[in-house]
């Protein structure tokens, strides 16, 4: 009686910890594709606030996280005209990185997410990562996240 006790208060804590092993560090961040002639990789200790187990579907369910303005809800972005994968690579491993597709509409200047759902590559190890319940939807970027990435995509194009 005494060993099961003791068997189900360990197997409690282990599965109390689990959802700290699945949790990394943000350490860099690369932008691909759309009109881009090469990656643009974010390696600023500026990355690390760009959370990736942050906002909808996480514990602290925070309304402005990750990169989304999750306060804003679903969406559908009016006009974007190039789309970029941006992907960010923590510490954690098998897989560590977590990807989403980006665009700027470019009449307002508003970035909006994309969060990979079934049908789309990145899907299965995002949701491996952390399991949000509204992939395959559009968001409206947030601020914080836009006032980095906006001059770094300008900045790349002008150089082109």
Do not use: C
Not at 14 to 32: D, S
Not at 98 to 113: A, C, F, H, K
Not at 125 to 133: A, C, E, Q, S, V
């Amino acid at each position: 009686m005494r060993a099961r006790q003791v068997a189900n208060a360990s197997l409690l804590l282990l599965i109390a910890a689990l959802p700290l092993f699945a949790k990394g560090t943000t350490v860099r961040i690369t932008i691909t594709g759309g009109d881009l002639a090469a990656p643009i990789e974010i390696t600023d200790p500026l990355v690390a606030g760009f959370h990736v187990w942050s906002g909808a579907g996480t514990s602290s369910n925070e309304s402005q996280g990750f990169i989304v303005d999750w306060s804003r809800g679903i969406t559908q972005p009016p006009n974007i005209r190039q789309v970029y994968d941006v992907s960010f690579f923590t510490t954690r491993r098998d897989p560590g990185t977590y990807v989403v597709r980006y665009g700027i509409d470019p009449s307002t200047n508003q970035g909006y997410v994309y969060l990979p759902g079934k049908n789309d590559a990145a899907y299965g190890d995002n949701t491996w990562l952390i399991y949000r319940g509204v992939e395959g939807n559009w968001f409206h970027a947030w601020n914080a996240w836009e006032q980095i990435e906006h001059p770094l995509i300008a900045k790349a194009l002008k150089n082109r």
